[in-house]
């Protein structure tokens, strides 16, 4: 079991349920996985019983644009974290195929040399239609690895997006990575992912631009209104694939992460518990919604009013909404 | 209930052979067909294969040779997929086995199938999917 088992995150009285995936089946906590990334109802029923075993891990979330290094970064900070004796979770997350669902999972390529390693379990998911940059078994996937009792668990994005921002719902330190030659100072100052960083990673340090990247986000953090109680996020240069500037990373990524463990912290957390649980609502409640609303006399009526564009279709969703509710009571 | 609906291929390379042309048009062609293809990648060790397959919880293993030691190469793979409890995943070999025995004694200690190299992509994506099933 981890060694962080008091962590700040656990209520003290908490039955610990025993599981073989607690106690260090590889092979079942890996099927749990697929399983949950294929929403086997028996799946959930199981993630259920080994959820009081979760929110021990750190969570690091790694975000950026294609070919900026994150997967090069995951593999050095592994490497790091494993050296001073955390057993770390990767979930790296690749693109689905608009075209036939299929996906090339090319991430664990630069990971490889820690596949052996007994204490990193390296998962692979495709986003399956998933906006926002990870796949909608993210957060399940975390809990499970959580559960093996992993002590960092570093999330890889898709990264496509400048509003690739769910990765905030579920790391506790987020990394955005830059690299030089993508774009001016605007880019700097424009919404979306900049503004979900714990910490920036200005990557592939030893490129022409690198300085000036560093210098935009400077000013465009000096000139930001930071939201009460947020630390400035910092800024770290690093050269991924020869390890340069990954030990002054993860001292800002210890330090964020002490700064995140007094009762900020603890809100922040409880508040992303809170959000997944109103994602699941509202996932739930369309399903519900839709089973009991297709093929009923009212959808026809209301969707033949907007076919003929009598009504729009906000109206129609707020005629069914009423319709679907007064079934209900 | 089937239990999976999304099939898993590891697709890797074993040993010191760079060719991995083959082996990434395989990888295009599975991903068109809806499998989510894990590359691993070239130079990769038997034990890296095995480890990687019981991580991503694979269906089928395929690993291309193309420097003559699949006689080495695979039988160690099948030992190591036991040892991990994993013996139930499917291992395909493909690359270049130029030898007919060599390809009927690989199916006969458990290899679930050995391509030849003029097998057309079609069949062998076929034969990967029927595998997993």
Known sequence: ?329 | MKRRRVVRVLLGKPGLDGHDRGIKILAQALKDVGVEVIYTGLHQSVAQIALTAVQEDVDVIGVSILSGAHMTLVPELLGQLNALGAGDKKVVVGGFIPDRDDRAQLEAVGAAKVFDQDVPITETVSTIISLAD
């Open chain 1, 1 to 329: 079991m981890a060694d962080n088992a008091q962590g700040p995150d656990r209520p003290v009285e908490r039955v610990m349920p025993d599981h073989a995936i607690a106690r260090g089946d590889i092979g079942a906590a890996a099927r749990l996985m697929s399983d949950l990334d294929d929403e086997v109802p028996a799946a959930r029923a199981q993630l259920r019983q080994l959820f009081p075993l979760t929110g021990r891990a750190h969570v690091i979330g790694v975000t950026g644009a294609p070919g900026s290094g994150k997967s090069t970064l995951v593999d050095q900070l592994v490497g790091a974290f494993r050296q001073r004796g955390d057993t770390v979770g990767v979930v790296a997350i690749d693109p689905s195929s608009p075209f036939g669902g299929g996906a090339i999972l090319g991430d664990r390529l630069r990971m490889q040399r820690h596949s052996v390693d007994e204490g990193v379990f390296v998962r692979s998911l495709a986003s399956r239609g998933y906006l926002g940059g990870l796949s909608r078994s993210t957060g399940d996937i975390i809990d499970v690895m959580d559960v093996m009792g992993k002590t960092v668990i570093i999330v890889e994005t898709v990264g496509v997006g400048q509003d690739e921002i769910d990765i905030m719902r579920f790391a506790d330190t987020v990394l955005v990575v830059q690299v030089p030659g993508l774009g001016d100072d605007v880019q700097a100052i424009k919404a979306g992912l900049l503004e979900i960083a714990s910490i920036f990673v200005v990557n592939k340090s030893d490129l022409d631009g690198a300085d000036q990247v560093v210098r935009d986000l400077e000013s465009m953090l000096s000139t930001k209104t930071l939201r009460p109680g947020i630390a400035t996020p910092g800024i770290v240069k690093v050269q991924a694939t020869r390890g340069r500037g990954i030990a002054e990373l993860v001292e800002a990524v210890d330090r964020h992460r002490s700064d995140s463990h007094g009762s900020d912290g603890m809100q922040t957390r409880h508040r992303r518990l809170e959000h997944r649980f109103y994602e699941c609502l509202r996932e739930a409640l369309f399903a519900e919604a839709c089973r009991r609303f297709k093929g009923s006399a009212a959808a026809e009526r209301i969707l033949a009013e907007l076919r003929d564009r009598r009504i729009d279709p906000s109206s129609a969703a707020t005629a069914a909404i009423e319709q679907i509710v007064g079934w209900a009571s």
